[in-house]
């Protein structure tokens, strides 16, 4: 069965601190992982998409990695904000008739002033 | 403005009542999808549909149904045999291969 494992379940940091969110699946054969970010009460919104062949890209303070072989992605936010508080969801998506995205249980982001 | 809409925002739901949200889009996505949230929980899926006329159980089908009449909308009937329905639930869309755009949400209540 496919499934996505996401560490840590919650986290809290002081606001301008870095931190880094992991995400290890299972999905095959695989096709991209994304990672979405979810404000309380509001549908997730896309940060990045990881395909096979890419290993790390930016957006702005977010920078995803991912490792195919390892089946492994983290997510690295830099001089963190308040607004960077949410839940942070690492969804990866198969191929062909695996082709429904499956969702990990998200990493909730606390950041403090 | 493109997008996925689902409403209402809230919904408050009497014991025995079938309910149903909303879902549009005009992405002309041929996948939608409906999720359940619960607080402190990942989304799990109810349903899917790829094309028109059909559509597919998820993990937690039971309690729901749901039709695609159009390509355009995808609702959600919670039903009373949902026996625990309060829940936040997301509707999205996509193509087969794009990532999935997510609807703001409605959060239901059962009073």
């Known amino acids: 069965k496919n499934q996505v494992e996401q560490s840590p379940q919650s986290l809290i940091i002081l606001e301008g601190k870095n931190c880094t969110l992991q995400c290890n699946y299972t999905v095959s054969p695989f096709s991209n992982l994304r990672w979405y970010k979810q404000d309380t009460g509001r549908g997730p919104v896309s940060l990045t998409i990881m395909t096979f062949s890419e290993n790390t890209k930016s957006n702005g303070r977010y920078t995803a990695t991912l490792d195919a072989d390892t089946k492994q992605s983290s997510l690295h936010i830099t001089a963190s904000q308040l607004s960077d508080s949410a839940s942070y969801i690492c969804v990866v998506r198969g191929q062909g008739g695996s082709y429904i995205p499956t969702f990990g249980r998200g990493t909730s982001l606390i950041v403090h002033p | 403005d493109g997008g996925i809409t689902q409403s209402p925002k809230y919904l408050f739901r009497k014991e025995g009542q079938n309910v149903t949200l909303s879902c549009e889009q005009n992405?002309?996505?041929?996948?939608m999808y409906w999720y359940r949230q619960d607080p402190g929980q990942g989304l799990r899926l109810i349903y899917y549909?790829?094309?028109?006329?059909?559509?597919q159980k998820g993990d937690i089908a039971e309690g729901y149904s749901v039709s695609r009449e159009k390509k355009e909308s995808f609702p959600l009937t919670v039903t009373s045999a949902q026996k625990n329905p309060t829940a936040f639930y997301l509707c999205?869309?996509?193509?087969?291969?794009?990532?999935?755009?997510f609807g703001q949400g409605t959060r239901l209540t059962v009073v």
């Open positions: 999205a869309s996509s193509t087969l291969s794009s990532e999935a755009f």
């Open positions: 992405l002309n996505h041929d996948a």
């Open positions: 549909s790829q094309i028109v006329n059909d559509f």
